[in-house]
Structure formats: C-alpha cells, structure tokens
C-alpha cells in the first residue's frame, strides 16, 4: 500500500525556535508533495507545496525541503509562533490522478 | 465565494440507519473528493470525482456511494451506519493549472457519529 510516513506525532517548540516536520514516501511516482495547516474545528488549509524538480522551496517563513534520492521531504517552520499552533499533513499524489495520500498529522504547539 | 460548503455540521446516527452528508462548491473546480479523518491516522479517501459524471473510489470506499450529477455538487452517501464510519467527514474540491499545481480547497467538515 502506498505511504505517506509523517513524524512527529506532536513537537513542542519556543515562540522564535525553529520546527521541523519530516515525512517519508516509498513511491517513486509521486509527482506532488504539499502540506496542510488544519486548526482545531476546521478544515485542512493548503501551506506550501513542491515539486521533485527543486530541493528547496520557501514562502515566507515556512521552508520545503525536498531530497528525492531518500525520498522524503520535510516542513520548516522558522520563527515559530504561537498562531502556527495547529495540526500540519505532508500528502504526496501521482501524476495524472486527483488521489492524495497523505501523512498521519503533526500536532505543533509553540509556547509563547 | 463561499468556497466549499459542507451540510450538517454534525449528525448522530444509529447503527442501520443512512443518511447523505452534503457538499457544494462555487468555484467551477473540475475534481471534488470525500475525505475521512480519524485520530492518529490523518485523512483517508473515500471517492472521488474529476467531472460531472464520472467518480471513482479511493483507499476506504466501503459502506459510501457518491454521484456527481453537476460540476458544484458531490454528495456522500452512508447505505446503512455502523459504528466504524464514526469520523470527521472531509469535502475538498481543486483545480490544476498550468503549472501542475494542485490546489485543494477544503469544507468545514462534518462530525458524524454512530450509536
């Protein structure tokens, strides 16, 4: 079965620290990863998405890094703040399909 | 634009009994999807749709059927309850550009629970 791995479950950070959320895939034919930012009582918000075309992309303060050859990519969050606190998904699909699997979530909790 | 609009926001349900959980959408997206979300597991498919007419199923289809007889709705349907189908009940649609990118959109949810 095709697998989206996402670690941690949940990370505790400082107001200003960075966070850092990882997740693994096993098929090579994912085309698409994006992440979501879902707060509590609401539906997944789409964040910041990349393409196995590029190793790095950045929008503001939150960074996608991508490494093809391990297959796995990861969220940084920089500055954390305490509004980021929510529940963040890795997903991956394939190209020429709608389907996404995705990751098991990521409770992020920043302390002010 | 309200986006992608979910109806009932929560539903109790007893086991045998069925019922449809409700999505629009006002932005002309071609694909719309149900999702399943449950602790520790993120979210599931159900079933999917890439236009008007044609659906297909996802990684947990069973025990739902959808239809999509136009491009802004894509109702989920529950044939007969059960205690396992207990979950937050995700409606997304999307559209792809140019570019490939993907941008999905998602409802507020329904929280449904089966007694």
């Known amino acids: 079965q095709q697998q989206v791995k996402q670690s941690p479950q949940s990370l505790i950070v400082q107001k200003g620290g960075i966070s850092i959320i990882n997740c693994a895939y096993e098929n090579t034919a994912f085309d698409y990863f994006p992440w979501y930012q879902q707060f509590p009582g609401k539906g997944p918000a789409l964040l910041i998405a990349?393409?196995?075309?590029?190793s790095e992309k950045k929008e503001g303060r939150f960074t996608i890094s991508f490494n093809k050859s391990a297959k796995q990519f990861s969220l940084h969050i920089m500055d954390s703040q305490p509004g980021d606190s929510a529940t963040y998904f890795c997903?991956?699909?394939?190209?020429?399909?709608?389907?996404?699997?995705f990751g098991t979530g990521t409770r992020l909790k920043v302390l002010a | 634009n309200a986006g992608v609009t979910q109806t009932p926001k929560f539903q109790v349900l007893k086991t045998g009994q069925s019922m449809t959980l409700q999505c629009a959408q006002d932005m002309n997206h071609e694909y719309m999807s149900w999702y399943r979300q449950d602790p520790g597991m993120g979210l599931r498919l159900i079933h999917y749709?890439?236009?008007?007419?044609?659906?297909d199923q996802g990684e947990v289809p069973n025990g739902y059927n959808v239809s999509r007889s136009t491009t802004e709705d894509f109702p989920l349907r529950l044939l007969s309850a059960a205690p396992s189908q207990t979950s937050v009940y995700f409606c997304?649609?999307?559209?792809?550009?140019?570019?490939?990118?993907?941008?999905?959109?998602f409802g507020p949810g329904t929280r449904l629970t089966v007694l």
């Open positions: 749709s890439v236009g008007a007419g044609i659906t």
């Open positions: 990349i393409r196995p075309d590029v």
């Open positions: 997903a991956a699909s394939s190209p020429g399909t709608y389907k996404y699997i």
């Open positions: 997304a649609s999307s559209y792809r550009t140019s570019g490939y990118t993907d941008t999905q959109y």
